[in-house]
């Protein structure tokens, strides 16, 4: 009843329905992207005889695009279509 009060003003654009919207997120194509340049340059340094000493400096840096550069957006709780 509480929770009702705040999805009084949502209705979805296709099914009407007035549940509120699910929020989604995932790692967007950037984030993919610098995650995966920051494991090449750490296996770049893996394999070159001097960054066997600094080759996971990158390595601890690489899980971070993963979780910060996320795309978020919300989907209707009834019929699953993109809300903008
Ligand atoms: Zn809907």
């Not at 705040?6 to 654009?13: D, M, N, T, V, W």
């Not at 066997?52 to 019929?79: E, G, Q, T, Y």
Request: charged share 15%; net charge neutral.
């Amino acid at each position: 009843m509480v929770e009702a009060v705040e999805s009084a003003e949502f209705r979805c654009p296709f099914c009407r329905s007035t549940f509120p919207p699910i929020q989604e997120s995932k790692t967007s194509f950037v984030g993919w992207y610098v995650s995966i340049v920051l494991l090449s340059v750490s296996l770049a340094l893996f394999i070159s005889c001097f960054g066997i000493l600094i080759f996971w400096v990158p390595l601890c840096f690489a899980w971070m695009p993963l979780v910060f550069l996320r795309d978020h957006w919300s989907k209707c709780n009834s019929c699953g279509i993109k809300l903008d």
